[in-house]
């Protein structure tokens, strides 16, 4: 029955101010107040609907998908909206768009590595949507390793310009969002050839498409990649194939800001420090990070609102069936994504400040920060869309069969989601970028250097090396400071044991090579630590609401101690724990499911969407879920008739036994 709110019981049950959570988990209330408005106006205009999205062919898809992008354009202007709600529009449309890339990735390319005159040239053209733009790096060959990039950029003296160039198959273009087919410009990445000498892969400004008519420019072949995973999904977006043959541009298309090209041909480093380009990347993590919090936490919203719809078995002389969220096991599958959607919210919103501080050191030039800053983001943009891409998977299965319908939301969400993990780094690549940092750091120990920031716990190396824990009862693993030194000493000892054995070997990149493997889960450990020490610092604020920070405070020690409980190994592997301590942190964690779970609907109530974003029928805010479920299936093409098209072709000759005469 629409109108009844059949969460509500479990909404009454909730022990803490759900208002102020949603405050929390928006940051401030200035960024409740914008995501609430701009979320009601998206759900409320049928120009933005989205429920039939899975049920398009993809040419249609891409088409509405072009359409809304306009739409979204015409109501950004009509409306005034700030930069801060345009975006949350973008955000709330839901809709992966050649969008994402120009405003994610190629303005800000312009804005990182353009000179101050390449800046006032272009961005006021990108800005308006004059022109669009995508970031064209990989290849068919290349993707992980740019240093490989087969495309040229060499300069002609004689007419001031770059030819562009694709000597080989392997060296097209291949996966920049927004180019397949709307993309006019794009910031394409080219070895920089000048009097035969290969001066490395830089970045440079090629337009691709008439502005007129759209097609191709002389030279340029351009087109899609083809279907990729799931229905819908990720479909909406243009993926590309891109292939120069000597495209002509002015000299003052490469982006200058760090490196150029005089008017002779020589190759110049300007006084700006190459290291700005680490800005950029910085910003782009950041906003990953931000996006995982962002897709668990729909999925565990789904998987939580239809764990309490959910009966099954325990029913008592008739009565109700025991709803799915009181198993044990159920909680323990689903509580500790809830907490870790929250543990991402927080250090998403650490690395915002982060931005910050590298942007302002960096105008002072004071690179000290930088490389922990690069492992860092390296590592949590590893970390968190790992776990988010598994989670959502993880929260399908917790909705058992109904969670493998379109219509829970979760199939689309997982297939959107995935490439997260390999799109700006692949995760496991980036895992061994922040080994070798470790490595380094592990070997500077002693010399004097300080390690900072979300390093500097190897500065307490002899301690953590052989400090034991001192928990000697459950509660014990209730406290933050015990819960910290166990992540620190686990994630010191692994760096220094991996360190100990890399020692061994002759040829260090060899060794590399060969414990890679050991090397990667080194890195885990330390990005882990991250997340929760950053956890920690979060529940050191002052944060107003009653009981919000009790809530906090067991999800804290839920993300904490399943993790523990995940990888006892490594703890008791590396002595910091007894297996004794270790059941005894477990015990802890199993009381802090008890104490979460009558808070759960409204904990995923804080995350404030509406419906229209979380498009599931399984995680409607009122939990009505089988007659809307029932409702969606007749709402199926294929139910629009009774007999299928094709009974009479191929069903009806088989069961007459006419197949013999059937034309197939
Ligand atoms: C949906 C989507 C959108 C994208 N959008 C863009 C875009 O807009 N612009 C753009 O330029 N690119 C884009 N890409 C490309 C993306 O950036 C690359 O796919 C990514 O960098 C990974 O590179 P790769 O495909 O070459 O993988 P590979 O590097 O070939 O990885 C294959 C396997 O090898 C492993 N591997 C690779 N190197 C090592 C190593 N040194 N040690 C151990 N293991 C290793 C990896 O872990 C992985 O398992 C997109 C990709 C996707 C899927």
Redo the contacts with the bound molecule.
Sequence with gaps: MDGVDYLADERKKAEFDVEAMKVVWAGSPHNLEVSDRISKLVADDPGFRKDDRTMLPRKELFKNTLRKAAYAWKRIVELRLSEEEASKLRFYVDESAYTD?HWG?FIPAIKGQGTDGQQQKWLPLAYKMQIIG?????ELG????VQGLETTSTFDPHTDEFVIHSPTLTSSKW???GLGKVSTHAIVYARLLLNGKDHGVHGFIVQLRSLEDHTPLPGITVGDIGM?FGNGA?NTMD?GVLRFDHVRIPRNQMLMRVSEVTREGKYKQSDVPRQLVYGTMVYVRQRIVADASCYLSRAVCIATRYSAVRRQFGSQNGGPETQVIDYKTQQNRLFPLLASAYAFRFVGEWLEWLYMDVTKRLQASDFSTLPEAHACTAGLKSLTTSVTADGIEECRKLCGGHGYLCSSGLPELFAVYV?AC?????N??LL?QVARFLIKTVSQLGTGKQPVGTIAYMGRIEHLMQCRSSAQRAEDWSKPSQVLEAFEARAARMSVSVACNLSKFTNPEEGFAEL?ADLVEAAVAHCQLIVVSKFIEKLKQDIPGEGVKQQLEALFGIYSLSLLHKHQGDFLGTSYLTPKQAALANDHLRSLYTKVRPNAIALVDAFNYSDHFLSSILGRYDGNVYPKLYEAAWKDPLNESVVPDGYLEYVRPLLKQQLHTARL
């Design positions: 890339l990735m995508c970031y064209a790096q990989t290349h993707g992980s390793n996966w920049p969002g990729k990720y993926n490439p390999t799109y700006e780094g692949d496991v690549v061994l890679s």
